[in-house]
């Protein structure tokens, strides 16, 4: 586990969530590398063996969501993704990251070395998370009667 934590880290800290990531078209490339880097560490950090059941692989639900995003995307010139909402840009970081803070649960408890420096990272990426959310967040609908 401390050699696959070390691979995700570096790939992780070569993996920025600019706060204009989900809102800019021009960095469109930017999040779908996002989501790739995002994607393998959670494959690095997952055991060496994939479980199953009953020789049926379970895959996590951020593995399950890019499996089915980049079924559906495959071929598509990425002038396509240019136009993709906002929402469903972090819709798809979302799963992936839920997967990342499962995978910091299990692993909290081991004496591992880069285990702050990965934990420092998933906060960082909660906030920045967040604040792309609070841009996104509808309105309240207004007050009847007031």
Partial sequence: ?????????????ATSLPADLIDN???????????GNLQQAVSMLRS???????GEIIETRG???MRSFNRMIDGLP???L????PVIKLGLLRPLLIDLEAIERRIIGLALPDLSLFTAR???YRTATAGMAARHVAPDPPMRGH
Avoid: H, Y
Wanted: hydrophobic residues 45%; positive net charge; proline residues 5%.
């Fill in 78 to 80: 990425l002038a396509c």
């Fill in 82 to 85: 240019n136009g993709v909402s």
């Fill in 25 to 35: 078209p021009a960095r469109t490339s930017q999040w779908l590398a996002t989501l």
């Fill in 1 to 13: 586990m401390r050699e696959r934590l070390g691979k995700a880290l570096v790939l992780l800290q």
């Fill in 122 to 124: 998933l906060t960082q």
């Fill in 63 to 65: 593995e399950r969501v």
């Fill in 48 to 54: 060496a063996e994939p479980r199953t059941i009953r």
